[in-house]
């Protein structure tokens, strides 16, 4: 059988106060971005060099 005064005891504990959980899972959220950005630092910047280099090769004919 279930043991009655346990029950009590866990029902009459305080309820957690949930407010600052937003916060939290945002700060989690950017240090897991930042360490995908510290880890594929030179991916990145090899890709937006070569976007950026389109951009302008390609500039020319938008603008003629």
Do not use: C, H, W
């Amino acid at each position: 059988m279930y043991n009655v005064s346990k029950i009590i005891k866990i029902s009459s504990l305080p309820k957690l106060d949930n407010r600052g959980l937003g916060t939290i899972e945002i700060i989690l959220i950017l240090v897991v971005l930042i360490g995908l950005v510290i880890i594929f630092k030179d991916q990145l910047l090899e890709l937006i060099e070569r976007i950026f280099a389109v951009i302008s090769n390609d500039s020319g004919v938008v603008l003629s």
